[in-house]
C-alpha cells in the first residue's frame, strides 16, 4: 500500500510539472505585451504624474505661502470642467441636451457630485489629524472597495491572476512607506489619529463610488455628460462649502503672481486629470486606472528629493518596480463579465439553430441565410399559390369565351409569375 501510494504521488507530482511546462510553452509574449497594454501603462502613468503636479503645488502653497484651502482649490478644478463640457451639454441636441438630462436623471448626478466632492475634501482633511504613513497606506482601501463594488455593480468577474496582481501592487506600496519610515519622512499631525485614519477610510470609499459610476457613465452613456454633470453640481457645492468653512482663510491669502501660478498649476493638472481618466477607463477599467494611480506618492517623492531635499532610499525604486509588474499583470488578462459566456453560447447556439432551421428563416439584419434557395422557395409558393387562381378563374370563363381564352389566361399566369420574380429581385 505504502509503494503504491508514493507511486501515486509521484505520478501526480510527473503531472503537474508536465503541465507547468505545458503552460511556460504555449505563453506567447506577443499575445500577453501587446500594444494596447504598453498605451494603457503610459497613460496610467501620465494620470499619475498629474497627481504628482497637484501634490508638488499643493505642497508649495502650504509651505511657503501658508495657504490651506482644499475646497477653493476644487472649486477651481469643476469650474473648469462646467466652463467646458457643461458648454458642450448646451450645444447639444436631443437626448444629449442638458436640460434633457437634468430631467430625467438630475438626481443621479447630484449625488455622485457631492460624493466626488467630499472624498476630495476628506482626504485633504485627514492630513491635518493623522501621519502620512497612515494616508499612504489606508488609501489603497480604495482598490479592494473597487473590486467589490465592480463585481455587484458592474458584473466584474476577476479570475485569480487579478487577486495576486492586487497583492503585488499593494506590496509595492508596503514596500514605499517602509523606504519613507527609514528616511524619517512620518510626516504628518498625529492630533487625532483615530479621526484621521477614518477619514481616509471614508476618502477612499467615497472614491471607489465615483469611478466605478464613472465608469459605467462613460461605458454606457458619455464622456461629456459625466464630466459636464460633475463639473455643474461640484461647483455648486464646493462654493456653498467654501463659503461655509474656508471663507476665513480665503479672505487672508495674500495673493501675488507666485501664488496665483501656484493655483493655476494645481488646478490644471487636476482639471487634466478628470478629462483623460474617463479615456484610460474606457479602454481598461476603474480598478485598473487607481492601481497605475499607486506610483503617484512615489512621482510625488522623487520630486521631493529634488525640491524639498528628501532623503533617497532604494526601496523606493523597489516598489515602482512591483506596482508597474502588478499593474501589468491584472491588464494582461481581461476581466470578463457575468453575461459575457451566457452571450456567447446563446450566440452559437442560435447560430447552429438558424442554420439547421428552414430556408425561410431570417436573420438579424433582416438578410436570408440562403438568399438563392430562399428566392426559388418564395417563387416556388407564389407559382403554387398563383396559377391555381388562374386555373379556377379560366376555370369560370371557359364556357363563355372558348378555347382562346384559356390560352390567353395560360400566358397571364406565366406574366404573373415573371412579375412576381422581378419584384422580389
Known amino acids: ?130 501621519t502620512l504613513t497612515s494616508v499612504q497606506l489606508l488609501d489603497c482601501f480604495v482598490v479592494p472597495v473597487l473590486m467589490i463594488l465592480s463585481w455587484w455593480v458592474l458584473k466584474i468577474r476577476y479570475r485569480p491572476v487579478h487577486y495576486v496582481a492586487v497583492c ?34 471614508l476618502s477612499a470609499t467615497l472614491y471607489a463610488v465615483s469611478n466605478v459610476c464613472q465608469e459605467y457613465t462613460v461605458k454606457n452613456l458619455s464622456r461629456v455628460e459625466f464630466l ?22 480665503v479672505a487672508t491669502i495674500q495673493w501675488s503672481w507666485q501664488v496665483g501660478l501656484l493655483f493655476s498649476s494645481y488646478a490644471l493638472c487636476l482639471f487634466a486629470l478628470y478629462s483623460f481618466m474617463p479615456v484610460v477607463m474606457k479602454l481598461s477599467s476603474a480598478t485598473s486606472v487607481n492601481l497605475s494611480l499607486l506610483t503617484a506618492d512615489l512621482f510625488s517623492l522623487f520630486c521631493g528629493i529634488f525640491l524639498f531635499q528628501y532623503n533617497f532610499s532604494g526601496l523606493y525604486l523597489v516598489s515602482l518596480v512591483i506596482i508597474l509588474v502588478g499593474f501589468i499583470t491584472f491588464n494582461a488578462v481581461p476581466t470578463p463579465t457575468e453575461g459575457t459566456s451566457s452571450s456567447s453560447s446563446s450566440s452559437s447556439s442560435s447560430s447552429s439553430s438558424s442554420s439547421s432551421s428552414s430556408s425561410s428563416s431570417i436573420c438579424e439584419e433582416g438578410f436570408y441565410d440562403n438568399p438563392v434557395a430562399n428566392q426559388n422557395d418564395i417563387t416556388k409558393q407564389e407559382v403554387a399559390v398563383r396559377i391555381p387562381t388562374e386555373e379556377e378563374e379560366e376555370k369560370k370563363k371557359r364556357g363563355a369565351s372558348g378555347p382562346s381564352q384559356i390560352l390567353g389566361g395560360g400566358r397571364d399566369a406565366e406574366d404573373v409569375v415573371a412579375v412576381g420574380r422581378s419584384t422580389k429581385m
Open 1 to 130: 500500500m505504502a509503494t503504491d501510494q508514493t507511486e501515486d504521488a509521484s505520478s501526480y507530482e510527473k503531472k503537474q510539472s508536465s503541465g507547468f511546462m505545458m503552460t511556460i510553452r504555449k505563453f506567447k509574449p506577443k499575445e500577453v505585451f501587446t500594444w494596447q497594454l504598453f498605451r494603457t501603462l503610459a497613460m496610467g502613468q501620465g494620470l499619475a504624474a498629474l497627481i504628482c503636479g497637484t501634490a508638488v503645488s499643493s505642497q508649495y502653497l502650504t509651505a511657503n505661502f501658508h495657504v490651506n484651502t482644499p475646497m477653493l482649490q476644487s472649486f477651481l478644478n469643476y469650474f473648469l470642467l462646467c466652463v467646458t463640457y457643461t458648454s458642450m451639454l448646451l450645444c447639444r441636441t436631443g437626448d444629449g441636451n442638458i436640460l434633457q438630462i437634468l430631467k430625467s436623471r438630475w438626481w443621479k448626478y447630484l449625488l455622485l457630485g457631492f460624493v466626488d466632492v467630499e472624498a476630495n475634501y476628506a482626504v485633504v482633511k485627514a492630513y491635518q489629524y493623522t
Open 168 to 201: 503585488a501592487c499593494l506590496l509595492g506600496v508596503g514596500a514605499m512607506v517602509g523606504a519613507d519610515l527609514l528616511a524619517g519622512r512620518d510626516q504628518g499631525s498625529t492630533s487625532n489619529i483615530l479621526l484621521g485614519d477614518g477619514l481616509v477610510l
Open 228 to 249: 459636464g454633470m460633475i463639473g455643474l453640481f461640484g461647483t455648486i457645492i464646493s462654493t456653498v462649502q467654501m463659503v461655509i468653512l474656508e471663507r476665513n482663510e
